[in-house]
């Protein structure tokens, strides 16, 4: 029995930047759920995704790409049936660490001088990028007009998801996979060799030119490292 491959989209994004990965996961005859994440904070996001995976019978491959890789670190806890982890240019935090810790923690990140703020009623911010930076912050390897129609697409991330601390997460007792860009202007590439190394990823590959908008840019690359972590539970 194949696994069934969830992904959970990040910040500044939709479920729809996985198009290209789904693609290629179908051809090869997976089932594939593209989970809501609602970017209000890291606790209720992988709540909702827990629930999500909680409908689902076999074994599971959890995918998190950038913020989504904080979600399902926590999202698959209690969930024996989650076999393996691949975070795809995404965070893992360990335990009362928040992405915003983590993305400065090594130098390179540019994202903060290219946010817009929207103040709202309960005292949180909306966290947006500019539309006017978004394809050199975000996607630099995309099309212009691609990423013209990504940055008036993309949903925001709530100051709450950005500071939360992460709880224990998975990847401590869930094999995991890392595939990241070298160019990625959102998270250093320190970081990501680090958030690596720290989890005993049973791979770790590194996207030579790639930005961080890696499922729409290499879904190629994307979609068969999550394969060869299917393949390792089937």
Known sequence: MNPTIVLVHGA?????????VIQRLHDDRYRVVAAPNPLRSLSGDAAVVSSVLSTIEGPVVLVGHSYGGAVISNAAIGHEHVKALVFVAAFAPEAGESIGALSGKFPGSTLGETLQEVPLADGTVDLYIRQDRFHAQFSADLPADRAAVDAAAQRPL???ALNEGSG??????VPSWFIYPELDYNIPLEAHRFMAKRAGARAAVE???ASHAIPASEPV???ELILDAARSIG
Request: glycine share 12%; aromatic share 12%.
């Open 12 to 20: 500044f994004a939709e479920s729809a930047s996985w198009g290209g």
């Open 158 to 160: 709530n100051t709450t």
């Open 168 to 173: 224990e997460p998975a990847w401590n007792s």
């Open 207 to 209: 996207l030579a030119g």
């Open 221 to 223: 690359a994307v979609a």
